[in-house]
């Protein structure tokens, strides 16, 4: 099985900050990776599908990039509303991983 | 509105059961593969069971397979999880989502539905 693993596991920044997020895969997945966000007591929220795509309606803040195993979620001017936990998960027709997620904190 | 809502969770004893159930709207439920992701308290995202648009093929986690059955039913709108032989490491908050891409890409979640499983 695909292991995904995130660092840091939590992050502490300050409104304004660009924030960059980590997801390393335990073998290559080509861009088979999407982030999520996830607030308190809230489903989680899709941000970028296949490594790079932006969903619609999310902010343009949101960035994604990598393939292979190594890939980053950037956040470029880190706001209010971005205090939560982020998810990368891998996708394919059969196989479903998540990351362990990253907890951005305020500072 | 496109609309997940989830229902059924609830306490149960160790080695009870559950219907979960997941009610769609505002999309054309019967062309999208579904979901289910759960997560226990205080930790991450674990996906458990996926289902195609006309139940054709199921994935289950190895977590829960021989225990966990999903299906759906296009005419209701609907997707279920029946819960058989429930464990203490079974608690958590039980999400449907739908599959953007029919890859496996969660587009659209319910609000989660808790299973609790105590004696």
């Known amino acids: 099985d695909i292991q995904m693993t995130q660092s840091p596991s939590t992050l502490s920044a300050s409104v304004g900050d660009r924030v960059t997020i980590t997801c390393r895969a335990s073998q290559s997945i080509s861009s088979w990776l999407a982030w999520y966000q996830q607030k308190p007591g809230k489903a989680p929220k899709l941000l970028i599908y296949k490594a790079s795509s932006l969903e619609s309606g999310v902010p343009s803040r949101f960035s994604g990039s990598g393939s292979g195993t190594e890939f980053t979620l950037t956040i470029s001017s880190l706001q209010p509303d971005d205090f939560a936990t982020y998810y990368c998960?891998?996708?394919?027709?059969?196989?479903?991983?998540f990351g362990q997620g990253t907890k951005v904190e305020i500072k | 509105e496109v609309q997940l809502v989830d229902s059924g969770g609830g306490l149960v004893k160790p080695g009870g059961s559950l219907r979960l159930s997941c009610a769609a709207s505002?999309?054309?439920?019967?062309?999208?593969?579904m979901h289910w992701v759960r997560q226990a308290p205080g930790k991450g995202l674990e996906w458990v069971s996926s289902i195609s648009s006309t139940s054709s093929y199921t994935h289950n986690a190895d977590s829960v397979r021989g225990r966990f059955t999903i299906s759906r039913d296009n005419a209701k709108n609907s997707l279920y999880l029946q819960i058989n032989n429930l464990r203490a490491e079974d608690t958590a908050v039980y999400y449907c989502a739908r599959d953007k891409t029919a890859d496996g890409v969660f587009d659209i979640w319910g609000q989660g539905t808790m299973v609790t499983v105590s004696s």
């Open positions: 505002g999309f054309t439920f019967f062309t999208y593969r």
């Open positions: 998960q891998h996708y394919n027709s059969y196989s479903w991983t």
